[in-house]
């Protein structure tokens, strides 16, 4: 049976909840113990956390992993900045890989005139829908990125909707990491709550408005081949 997209994504929060409340209580060093270390290894700490951010999520892992190890390593402020960078370079270098190699195999598709279509509504709205679905936690990041590689969606635009769309949660899980573990206000997370909610209504509407453009111009593409 086939789960609604909201059930998934409350169970991603509820999991993530899970992890952050586990860290909190697991017999662990210190937190200020490990952050006194990260810091005195100068900016080798932040360049080593970008450089396994940035290359472990070129595959399916799940970038809350990294978002949430920014707020317990580095604290909010560093945390965020980190997380978000991470974020931008990840997405930057999967989208210029996925063109670069895929690039020529789209093109040829492109002789498809349902592909085309699909490409041109991309093109049109790409930067809202990116914008939307940035913003539900259970789209994994790095296939994602590959779409948006796949598609004629420009470059910086797609950036900036992949930034824009995935600020809100990236902020409120490094503050929600970084509160736990300092004894903060965990009731932060339910925050991203919200945000998963509103992404979900922006995608939602993006998709059905690609869908109903599809049906409207498919007929005419199909009488025209």
Same mark, same amino acid.
């Given at each position: 049976?086939?789960?609604?997209?909201?059930?998934?994504?409350?169970?991603?929060?509820?999991?993530?909840?899970?992890?952050?409340?586990?860290?909190?209580?697991?017999?662990?060093?210190?937190?200020?113990?490990?952050?006194?270390?990260? +810091?005195?290894?100068?900016?080798?700490?932040?360049?080593?956390?970008?450089?396994?951010?940035?290359?472990?999520?070129?595959?399916?892992?799940?970038?809350?992993?990294?978002?949430?190890?920014?707020?317990?390593?580095?604290?909010?402020?560093?945390?965020?900045?980190?997380?978000?960078?991470?974020?931008?370079?990840?997405?930057?270098?999967?989208?210029?890989?996925?063109?670069?190699?895929?690039?020529?195999?789209?093109?040829?598709?492109?002789?498809?005139?349902?592909?085309?279509?699909?490409?041109?509504?991309?093109?049109?709205?790409?930067?809202?829908?990116?914008?939307?679905?940035?913003?539900?936690?259970?789209?994994?990041?790095?296939?994602?990125?590959?779409?948006?590689?796949?598609?004629?969606?420009?470059?910086?635009?797609?950036?900036?909707?992949?930034?824009?769309?995935?600020?809100?949660?990236?902020?409120?899980?490094?503050? +929600?990491?970084?509160?736990?573990?300092?004894?903060?206000?965990?009731?932060?997370?339910?925050?991203?709550?919200?945000?998963?909610?509103?992404?979900?209504?922006?995608?939602?509407?993006?998709?059905?408005?690609?869908?109903?453009?599809?049906?409207?111009?498919?007929?005419?593409?199909?009488?025209?081949?």
């Amino acid at each position: 049976m086939r789960r609604h997209p909201l059930a998934s994504s409350a169970g991603l929060l509820a999991l993530g909840l899970l992890v952050l409340l586990g860290v909190a209580f697991m017999p662990t060093p210190e937190i200020e113990t490990v952050r006194r270390q990260v +810091a005195d290894s100068g900016v080798w700490g932040p360049a080593t956390y970008l450089a396994l951010m940035v290359g472990t999520t070129q595959v399916p892992v799940p970038r809350t992993i990294w978002t949430v190890s920014a707020g317990v390593i580095f604290g909010s402020l560093i945390g965020c900045l980190l997380a978000i960078g991470g974020m931008a370079l990840s997405a930057a270098l999967s989208m210029m890989v996925v063109r670069w190699m895929a690039g020529p195999a789209v093109r040829r598709a492109e002789d498809n005139d349902r592909v085309r279509l699909v490409q041109e509504i991309l093109s049109e709205r790409g930067w809202t829908t990116v914008l939307g679905l940035r913003m539900i936690p259970v789209i994994p990041f790095s296939l994602l990125n590959y779409a948006c590689g796949l598609s004629r969606i420009p470059m910086l635009p797609c950036l900036a909707a992949t930034v824009a769309g995935s600020i809100p949660l990236t902020v409120v899980a490094v503050v +929600a990491a970084d509160a736990v573990v300092a004894d903060g206000d965990p009731r932060v997370v339910l925050i991203g709550v919200v945000v998963g909610l509103t992404g979900l209504v922006i995608a939602g509407r993006e998709v059905l408005g690609i869908q109903r453009q599809l049906a409207s111009q498919g007929p005419t593409v199909d009488r025209n081949r």
